[in-house]
Nanobody
């Protein structure tokens, strides 16, 4: 059974940091691409970062230089280190494998100004 469980969200002041983690099961960690997305209130879900099975990464322009995606092959987790957070980063953050129709419940990130 495929599962994705996000954690690590919370309330942080502008300029602060958070580290999100996504625990996977059911074989989805072996997907070629894993990704983090986010959805702010009233907005469409947007792609934040991707990482391939080879470790190649890509980022949305809005987070480039501030966020780092990584994968822990021993724990089957995909992580998102978020630094220099801004109020506009406030959203529910989700992980997924874009080639699969599965989503976790998300984790709320709120950045106060």
């Amino acid at each position: 059974q495929v599962q994705l469980v996000e954690s690590g969200g919370g309330l942080v002041q502008s300029g602060g940091s958070l580290r999100l983690s996504c625990a996977t099961s059911g074989g989805i960690f072996g997907a070629y691409v894993l990704a983090w997305h986010r959805q702010a209130p009233g907005k469409q879900r947007e792609l934040v970062a991707t990482i391939t099975i080879n470790g190649d990464t890509n980022y949305a322009d809005s987070v480039k230089g501030r966020f780092t995606i990584s994968r822990d092959n021993a724990k089957n987790t995909v992580n998102l280190q978020m630094n220099s957070l801004k109020p506009e980063d406030t959203a529910v953050y989700y992980c997924n494998a874009p080639s699969y129709p599965y989503w976790g419940q998300g984790t709320q990130v709120t950045v106060s100004s």
